[in-house]
């Protein structure tokens, strides 16, 4: 069962527009949702994560929109860059003694176009 | 500090190998996971464990074992290779919600 959806597959920006990627999921224990940066031949890297009790959090270029009543959270990358050219992922966690489950979404192949 | 590391890099089996894949962490982590990733699905939970000697499976544990005898290591092993467990494969530790993973290691069984 796929608990964490994630839209789209894949992701053509040009160079300083706005990536959007969303995920929507269904288990209302969930309390930790991050998103993961992996570049080609890496491991996922933690990249901005967000709790249930705010809305949005921004950090740097990077910025996670949080609806709680929808069940649902999106990544936003401004002034995209070639580097940010990756595969995303969104996560969730129950934590306690789940902190080691993650719940991952299908993931997002961004391409940013110079 | 290594962080995460995890061997072999790469792997090629035949169909009914076994194998152990080897993941250490040097960070003090409670908390390791196994990861396996395939195309359009992203990462699924294999198995994990809480601390030394406690382990639990996750969404995918069938055909896979694993062992918690030390803080630092969590080894994943292969009992008779399936071609259907081709992937790349992920281990992760964390001390509560941040997990960090290794590097990864691709395994194709024939």
């Known amino acids: 069962q796929q608990q964490v959806k994630q839209s789209p597959q894949s992701l053509i920006v040009q160079k300083g527009g706005i990536s959007i990627i969303n995920c929507a999921y269904e288990?209302?224990?969930?309390?930790?949702f991050p998103w993961y940066q992996q570049f080609p031949g890496k491991g996922p890297a933690l990249l901005i994560a967000?709790?249930?009790?705010?809305s949005e959090k921004k950090e740097g270029r990077f910025t996670i929109s949080f609806n709680k009543s929808a069940k649902q959270f999106s990544l936003h990358i401004m002034d995209s860059q070639p580097g940010d050219s990756a595969t995303y992922f969104c996560?969730?966690?129950?934590?306690?003694?789940?902190?080691?489950?993650?719940?991952f979404g299908q993931g997002t192949i961004l391409t940013v176009h110079p | 500090n290594a962080g995460v590391t995890q061997t072999p890099k790469f792997q090629v089996l035949k169909t009914g190998q076994s194998m152990t894949l080897q993941c250490a962490q040097d960070?003090?982590?409670?908390?390791m996971s196994w990861y396996r990733q395939d195309p359009g699905m992203g990462l699924r939970l294999i198995h994990y464990?809480?601390?030394?000697?406690?382990?639990d499976q996750g969404e995918v544990p069938n055909g896979y074992n694993v062992s918690r005898s030390t803080t630092e290591d969590f080894p994943l092993r292969l009992l008779s290779a399936a071609p259907s467990q081709t992937s790349v494969y992920f281990c992760?530790?964390?001390?509560?919600?941040?997990?960090?993973f290794g590097p990864g290691t691709r395994l194709t069984v024939t």
């Open positions: 992760a530790s964390s001390y509560a919600y941040e997990q960090y």
């Open positions: 288990n209302t224990a969930f309390d930790y």
């Open positions: 967000i709790r249930p009790d705010v």
């Open positions: 996560a969730a966690n129950a934590g306690g003694t789940s902190y080691g489950k993650l719940t």
């Open positions: 960070m003090n982590h409670e908390y």
């Open positions: 464990s809480v601390g030394a000697g406690i382990t």
